[in-house]
């Protein structure tokens, strides 16, 4: 039998450097297993309900377009484009001259229809990242629709206030259509955040910061080696709305700024070249009880930042620059070298480097203040959720084979039990590393884990073992690795991952595990105090959860928005009943 190994691969062996690398790369057929998850069935396309009476309607076309990104030919993308059917004339608003989609811009208890139309050369399905649908209206690769076909979603509005996104979400195939430009920002209005007189119209900005690279023709480069989906990929240039080298004209008062981590792996440090304290007045739920100010911010694929952003004080002609400052421990030591030296870019994941510009461009003597209290945040605690004694465990695991998460990669009707959730319950949940791949969330569930015979909590392949509590592990207390003298592999492998939840925001209780020179260098970024539906675990940490699931029983996906890791299995579902 023939083994070739391709020069990346190589480099890959050479750089780790250690046995348990060596080890991976000589398991059978490892990488074409990583390339995705089980079948997925397919149902039918929904159609409009007569009885549904829509304040809003939209036409929401998905399609191959072309646009031009940088000087020369024209960059083939995929794109979303809207027509407005009924409905305020504000609903849909163009990006000119990008490929993302178009803001919507709804109204808290307005009924809403979307007509999704794809116009593809593959099936997709749009999911509302953020919003609190019905299980059917929420985008599940079940309902992903071929080219010619349409699905039709019929939703209330029940969210607050809010920044959301709507992007695809297709078995298998969600990062490279994300990649490929498939994304737009949804902005939520309601009664409370209008009595705030907050910056609007010109004032108000989205910021969508995305991570892309380009080929010699000035084409998208995606997923080249399996280096590229083990640590997620990594672009070489920054895009602001779709726009390299983005700088914004600005007057000399207050802007919101509207930031979104659209990239499929990179995690950013905005800080302001300055030291100017970032002032932050919201996040991926909504506003805040009061502004924050931060010496700077973390934002992970997924996650949202509302920026009040003052220039009043600044001269016509001054200039401040948001970077992404130098921060590490997101990904394991040996692939931040690694990526460095094959990839020779200066954007390494963690290294300093601009994301925009802002200069003065007129003086103005109006400008709004910040506000002092912003909005009313119900607090949950404890004594709220149905099990304060015992958290739905969601262990994160890395392994040559899969991204896991509670010890197995996504399969459709593969809920375990700890997964099944009572409806209009509030949760307790648990975020933990359960190194390795060996963690189960729940050991009465009997599962045997195919492809390295993984079964009861334990590992075995050509003499190299991993070993975990199960007692520990199927109560998210702890996990321990035993690997023929080379143990650590897993802390090791470990690092950062943003966790989503479709449906309902949740609330972060508690923050622990943290430590280390690379913890320090995010800790001060993380803005926990508001609700969100994505949450940046960094390697080591373990995040306690509270998350209600309130009106709508069906599946509901939980899964790492690093889209990579996604595709590769990183996903799983509640069965909320």
């Not at 304290?277 to 996040?283: A, L, N, S, Y």
């Not at 992404?324 to 094959?342: C, D, K, N, Q, V």
């Not at 595990?513 to 508001?530: L, T």
């Amino acid at each position: 039998m023939t083994n070739t190994t391709n020069p990346h691969r190589r480099r890959f062996i050479k750089t780790a450097g250690t046995a348990g690398l060596l080890a991976w790369s000589g398991l059978p057929g490892w990488l074409s297993a990583m390339e995705g998850m089980g079948h997925m069935p397919k149902l039918p396309a929904r159609r409009a309900s007569p009885n549904f009476r829509p304040d809003v309607e939209v036409d929401l076309i998905c399609k191959p377009s072309a646009v031009s990104i940088l000087p020369g030919q024209a960059t083939r993308v995929m794109r979303y484009t809207a027509t407005l059917v009924r409905g305020p004339a504000d609903t849909v608003s163009e990006i000119p001259g990008s490929y993302l989609g178009p803001i919507l811009r709804f109204q808290k208890g307005q009924k809403i229809r979307i007509n999704l139309h794809n116009q593809l050369n593959e099936a997709s399905i749009t999911h509302w990242h953020g919003l609190h649908v019905p299980a059917e209206m929420d985008g599940h690769p079940l309902y992903a629709i071929d080219k010619g076909e349409s699905f039709v979603y019929e939703f209330e509005m029940l969210n607050r206030a809010s920044m959301n996104i709507y992007h695809p979400h297709p078995h298998n195939a969600t990062a490279r259509q994300v990649y490929m430009g498939l994304a737009g920002a949804i902005l939520v209005n309601d009664s409370e955040e209008a009595k705030l007189d907050l910056p609007a119209g010109e004032y108000e900005v989205p910021i969508v910061i995305q991570d892309r690279m380009f080929d010699v023709s000035n084409q998208f480069q995606y997923v080249r080696h399996m280096h590229d989906r083990m640590m997620g990929f990594y672009g070489d240039r920054i895009l602001v709305n779709g726009f390299a080298n983005f700088r914004l004209d600005v007057a000399s008062r207050v802007y919101r700024f509207r930031i979104m981590n659209g990239s499929t792996a990179r995690i950013y440090k905005l800080a302001w070249d300055d030291n100017t304290p970032v002032t932050v007045i919201g996040t991926d739920g909504g506003l805040l009880e009061h502004p924050v100010e931060k010496p700077y911010v973390m934002l992970a694929p997924g996650e949202r930042l509302d920026v009040w952003a003052d220039f009043s004080g600044r001269s016509v002609g001054s200039q401040l620059v948001m970077r992404s400052r130098s921060f590490s421990g997101a990904l394991p030591r040996m692939a931040e070298h690694m990526m460095g030296g094959m990839h020779g870019s200066p954007l390494t994941m963690g290294s300093d480097y601009p994301i925009f510009s802002v200069k003065v461009g007129r003086q103005v003597s109006d400008s709004p203040k910040l506000p002092k209290f912003l909005s009313s945040i119900r607090r949950y605690g404890l004594n709220d959720t149905a099990n304060p004694g015992k958290p739905v465990p969601i262990g994160i695991s890395e392994g040559p084979m899969r991204m896991l998460l509670n010890g197995r990669p996504y399969a459709y009707n593969d809920v375990l039990p700890s997964e099944r959730i009572p409806v209009d319950s509030v949760q307790l949940m648990e975020i933990f590393h359960a190194h390795g791949g060996g963690h189960q969330a729940d050991e009465s569930a009997g599962h045997r884990m195919g492809g390295m015979g993984m079964m009861g909590g334990g590992m075995r392949h050509g003499g190299m073992g991993m070993r975990h509590g199960s007692e520990q592990q199927a109560n998210g207390t702890g996990s321990r690795m035993g690997m023929g003298g080379m143990g650590g592999m897993g802390m090791m492998m470990s690092m950062a991952h943003p966790i989503h939840f479709h449906g309902q925001y949740f609330q972060i209780f508690e923050r622990s595990g943290g430590s280390g020179a690379g913890y320090a260098s995010v800790k001060d970024g993380f803005v926990d105090n508001g609700w969100k539906d994505t949450v940046l675990v960094m390697p080591g940490e373990r995040l306690k959860l509270i998350k209600p699931f309130e009106d709508f029983k069906g599946l509901f996906m939980f899964h790492c928005h690093n889209l990579e890791h996604e595709d590769m299995g990183m996903m799983r579902e509640f069965s909320v009943e």
